[in-house]
């Protein structure tokens, strides 16, 4: 595992706003993780799909839910909205859009992405989700892991925060990379946020 200094200047409490299009488990391991954390609250989930299950997280966790389409999620209001929940970190965790250069200029160095792959390898525009281990199978890699890394105007190009390995065997599906990386992703992401938010106060 590699962890790398990010973000300076943070102190009182910190507003997370997850950014999601499935299922939400790793929304999920964030929110479960920074339950006891009276010091963070999760001010917000970003879902671009009206059928995603993270909108029934949301609602069992009692966390508000910002629907968006591609047009409203280009928009300046959009910007707006965020900027009001006063975010110290967005955090991409299965969110499937690029992200518009007015978010990225709006929150630079406050935005964060989840990739289930060592990047540079297995990145770029559509490789998400099975596709990546699709790719990492057909390719008889020894080894997977996930990215952790700041958002800039391309895709999976941003600065690693952190990496984390796990094995390929042989005789490995698809499906079984993927519960692998799922470990790996809902372990380390929370507790990479928690160092990323609270680094400061540390020293």
Known sequence: MRIYPFLKNLSGMKS???FASGQGSNAAAIIQYFKPNTEVKISAIVCNNPKAGVIQLAEREAIPCMMTDRAAFKSETFVSELTA????LIVLAGFLWKIPEALIHAFSGKIINLHPALLPKYGGKGMYGHYVHEAVKAAGEKESGITIHQVNEN???GAVLLQARCPVYPADSPEDIARRIHHLEHFYLPRL???????DSAR
């Open 155 to 157: 895709y999976d190009e």
């Open 193 to 199: 946020i928690d160092f990323l938010l609270f680094q």
């Open 16 to 18: 997370i706003i997850i």
């Open 85 to 88: 929940l006063q975010p110290d």
